[in-house]
């Protein structure tokens, strides 16, 4: 996806620019807890990838996910709240394995603007100081989703995104109109509200 491949070498270029040495290590995944959000587009661009380990995970993972979104995704506090129970629970993004990014050459551009250079530690959900990411990639993550957005716009005439697990478990049934795409989502609940899927 050229949109990744673009915030990679966006974020790069700032890190050495600033000599910047973020803290991220292999191994180290508490950022793959919390609700990560991504488009159509992504989610396409990562599900021919996904081995079939990853899909039964998502097959499991993807529905309740779906249905903590149904009963919260009007809730102000629910980012945080699914943080912590995941971490509670020891439930991650299903496409973590042994600690490592099962679809690292794929992931998201969300997770790609994640970096701290603290303390690992303080990205757990209850970490006393909790963990400043550094802002400059987050803020390139989100102009690149942008420019896939647009894109997704001009193929399809509509924007969808969601939840990672959630989205992918629905991709292959996801209309390619957009009243039947609102009407699905409707349908599951899970459209609109202040954390839910949105069609644009
Ligand atoms: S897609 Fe990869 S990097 Fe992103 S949350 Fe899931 S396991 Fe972590």
Known sequence: ??????????????????????????????????????????????????TPAQKERVLREGPRRLALLRERKDDPGFPGWFFQKAFQEGTPCPLLEEGLCGVYPHRPLACRGVLTESDPERCRPDAPQPSAYLQPPLRMARLRMEALWEEERARYGFLVLGEVAGLLYLLERLPKEKEEAVALLEGLG????RWGYQVV
Do not use: N, Q
């Open 1 to 50: 996806m050229r949109e990744a491949e673009r915030l990679d070498w966006d974020i790069a270029l700032y890190l050495e620019a600033k000599g910047v040495r973020p803290s991220c290590r292999a191994g180290c995944f508490y950022c793959c807890y919390p609700w990560v959000t991504l488009s159509r587009l992504e989610a396409e661009a990562i599900r021919p990838h996904l």
């Open 190 to 193: 899970v459209l609109g509200g």
